[in-house]
């Protein structure tokens, strides 16, 4: 076998993975079956009616008979229609469902997915196979499947009738079936290549799409409208020429298959006509015998048709594989510990070492140890990249780190379910992520099962309660698609209403303030300060005045711990920090 053979059949096993989201709709397959059965039958008694009309009604001149069997031919029809019926019913239903199951499944397995996927993953490309992949595996299940299995049951059907109405013209017929199927195969290798690649183009296109339409305002701010537009016409021009080349070759698959399947009913015929001269054919059985070729024809030309869909979703279903195939590096244990309770919050990182994998040769950590008593606010300083984004992404086990451990109570990170240490974490993050729903449905995000009573008390605690109140509907408004119907710092009162409601005894709050005037600045400070006690809180923080109330200021600079201590402490050392003091104070 050929390598090009091998790669052909791996793809097209690739729709083995269907059959899990088939299985649970069984018994609609089994009705597409049945109804598929009958109305095959059905179109299969078709030519022996015409033969019996023209040998026993025409040419014998018998009016009873013509009246018998054009009855029958239209009880045969009324069968023939609700059969096609029901069976697209069946298989158009068993389409949806399997989609929908397929969907489900595969945006579960994609959401479970660790950070690190979505670090090297366009967000584009995902939707992509979520939407346009799934589609066209869709149009195999909800459509092709039934077009090639009753056209393989047309085709054994006919040809069967065929040898049983005229021996001689079936073996003439069957001389000419390598011929027909020799540019199937020929033209569908490079079909599938090319419907693989018009996919890719596809993601590619959305994937733009998807990065400059989440950017709009840069993009406006930026005047880069013709650029992207470009941009996005380059992508769109790339899929239009991989599709092109697709539909030429399913064209010319198409115009060989029909010529050669048309060439052979006129060499049939030929000879039939011939044989019905000579007195050796009756008139009807050519007939008949024609009409079965034709069922024959049809149904090649079928398969030819659907073999196209076949490619083309072999090769979204190898794409949405290989989403399948991905296994999140960071998952919960086996067999988890739990956390001792109640949770204090206590924190310890021995000897930590971390290098992203994407910067493998720049340490983002390095022999990083602090230790974090219960109820303690410790505040991160540093220059940009000196590592303090990073102690939260490992606090939150985004990534695990390369050496050393980290302790939450005494437990390694690494033998906590994932579900109860994030479950002990509230964030507050620098850049709120608002979501399309309504006010209230934003600040229950940091606790599902919320009551609207303490929902408004999150967000009277978090200053935010006076603008959703102003809000045409309340806490019922939509607030936008990433909340483009707030300012910068109603979406980070948002998040602080999210972290009070969360109510968790370990509090992460990043830049939480960086986007608050100062008078609302001044009123969240006094809410965190009642969101902090009781709790162990770490603050990152570039804006030192926010951060004189901590009890410990940890300073940080290319990954290390360089100085620790009060804001008087640090200054009075001098250093990095009194640096960082002396360029914004005096500023």
Known sequence: ?????????????????????????????????????????????????????????????????????????????????????????CIALLGERSLASLRTALYSHVIDLDVGFYESTRVGELTSRLGTDTEVVQTLVGSGISVALRSAVMLIGAAVAMAWTSPRLAGLTALVIPAVMLPILVFGR??????????????????????????????????????????????????????????????????????????AITLVLWAGARDVIAGDL??????????????????????????????????????????????????????????????????????????????PDVPALVDFDLDIAPGETVALVGPSGAGKSTVFSLLLRFHDPRSGTIRFDGVD?????????????????????????????NIRFGRADATDDEVREAARLAEADGFIAALPEGYEAALGERGVRLSGG????????????????????????????????????HALERLEKGRTTLVIAHRLATVQRADRIVVMEHGRIVAQGTHESLLAEGGLYAELARLQFVA
């Open 413 to 441: 990170l690494r033998a906590l379910a994932l579900p109860e240490l994030r479950g002990a974490i509230a964030l507050v993050p620098q850049e709120t992520v608002i979501f399309g729903g309504t006010a209230a449905d």
């Open 282 to 359: 009756a008139p009807g059985v050519l007939s008949q015998f024609v009409l079965y070729a034709i069922f024959a024809a049809g149904s090649v030309a079928g398969l030819s048709e659907v073999w196209g869909d076949v490619l083309r979703a072999a090769g979204a279903m190898e794409r949405i594989g290989e989403l399948f195939a991905e296994q999140p590096a960071i998952r919960t244990p086996e067999a988890p510990e739990p956390l001792p309770r109640p949770v204090t919050g206590a924190l310890r990182f021995d000897h930590v070492e971390f290098r992203y994998p994407s910067r």
């Open 490 to 525: 109603q979406k980070q009162r948002i998040a602080i209403a999210r972290a009070i409601l969360r109510d968790a005894p370990l509090l992460l709050l990043d830049e939480a303030t960086s986007a608050l005037d100062a008078q609302s600045e001044a009123a969240i400070q």
């Open 190 to 263: 490079r079909v599938q290549k090319l419907s693989r690649h018009s996919q890719d183009r596809i993601a590619d296109a959305a994937a733009v799409a998807n990065e400059t339409l989440n950017a709009a305002q840069a993009v406006k701010a930026y005047a880069r409208e013709p650029i992207e537009s470009r941009r996005y016409a380059g992508a769109i021009a790339l899929a239009l020429a991989t599709a092109r080349r697709r539909i030429g070759m399913r064209s010319l698959l198409t115009a060989a298959v029909i010529v050669l399947i048309f060439g």
């Open 1 to 89: 076998m050929t390598q090009e053979r091998r790669e052909t059949s791996r793809r097209i096993g690739a729709l083995r993975n269907l059959w899990p989201f088939l299985k649970p709709h069984k018994g609609l397959a089994i009705g597409w079956l049945v109804f598929l059965g009958l109305s095959s039958g059905a179109s299969l008694l078709l030519p022996v009616a015409v033969r019996h009309i023209i040998d026993h009604g025409f040419l014998a001149s018998d009016l009873a008979t013509i009246n018998g069997t054009f009855l029958g031919l239209f009880g045969v029809a009324v069968v023939l229609a609700l059969a096609t019926a029901a069976r697209y019913y």
